[in-house]
T-cell receptor, first 112, second 113 residues
Framework: DAGITQSPRYKITETGRQVTLMCHQTWSHSYMFWYRQDLGHGLRLIYYSAAADITDKGEVPDGYVVSRSKTENFPLTLESATRSQTSVYFC???????????FGPGTRLTVL | TQLLEQSPQFLSIQEGENLTVYCNSSSVFSSLQWYRQEPGEGPVLLVTVVTGGEVKKLKRLTFQFGDARKDSSLHITAAQPGDTGLYLCAGADRGSTLGRLYFGRGTQLTVWP
């Protein structure tokens, strides 16, 4: 089915472990984004990508790594998870400026 | 830097009441979008306003873009429990990175039956 999916939906990990959150979209949208959502902070942009092999930092990129070898996939990796990275992570995609961003269902990550 | 300030942060009202949510900035945006998010889901677009002074209506929801394209408001008439959710405004700035939106922190609306 067309759309944007995220996996896993829920993840519990321990401090110091590497974690990868997956994002896949079927629309061939050029732009993709990773946000984290925390109470009191709203949606904060972690990384974004304008096309395959083109990525850039957002507001809160420290501790995260992204890649985009294919247009449809945009994985987010926490290299060494910390408790402060406990959050709900959303992936989104869009065709371009002024266009609707389509969000995935989110991944709830807990770092113990 | 929080480019968009939303107010109020929380709103709890009875069914049938009217309400207005505000989204303000000192920056000019090429367009402004409003999203609604329900628990356990991602935000979903409600409307995009592009022209200064533009007013758009979506059933009982009225959206307005400020003349200077720095602010916006969302007015709900006769709120219903189904309107409950987190309302987010987001501004697009073509002068910066293409495709990026700047989100406000959101207004959590609860409508009681």
């Amino acid at each position: 089915d067309a759309g944007i999916t995220q996996s896993p939906r829920y993840k519990i990990t321990e401090t110091g472990r590497q974690v990868t959150l997956m994002c896949h979209q079927t629309w061939s949208h050029s732009y993709m984004f990773w946000y984290r959502q925390d109470l009191g902070h709203g949606l904060r942009l972690i990384y974004y990508s304008a096309a395959a092999d083109i990525t850039d930092k957002g507001e809160v990129p420290d501790g995260y790594v992204v890649s985009r070898s294919k247009t449809e996939n945009f994985p987010l990796t926490l290299e060494s998870a910390t408790r402060s990275q406990t959050s709900v992570y959303f992936c989104a995609s869009t065709r371009g400026p002024d266009n609707e961003q389509f969000f995935g269902p989110g991944t709830r990550l807990t770092v113990l | 830097t929080q480019l968009l300030e939303q107010s109020p942060q929380f709103l709890s009202i009875q069914e049938g009441e009217n309400l207005t949510v505000y989204c303000n900035s000192s920056s000019v945006f090429s367009s402004l979008q409003w999203y609604r998010q329900e628990p356990g889901e991602g935000p979903v677009l409600l409307v995009t306003v592009v022209t200064g002074g533009e007013v758009k209506k979506l059933k009982r929801l009225t959206f307005q873009f400020g003349d200077a394209r720095k602010d916006s408001s969302l007015h709900i008439t006769a709120a219903q429990p189904g309107d409950t959710g987190l309302y987010l405004c987001a501004g697009a700035d073509r002068g910066s990175t293409l495709g990026r939106l700047y989100f406000g922190r959101g207004t959590q609306l609860t409508v009681w039956p």
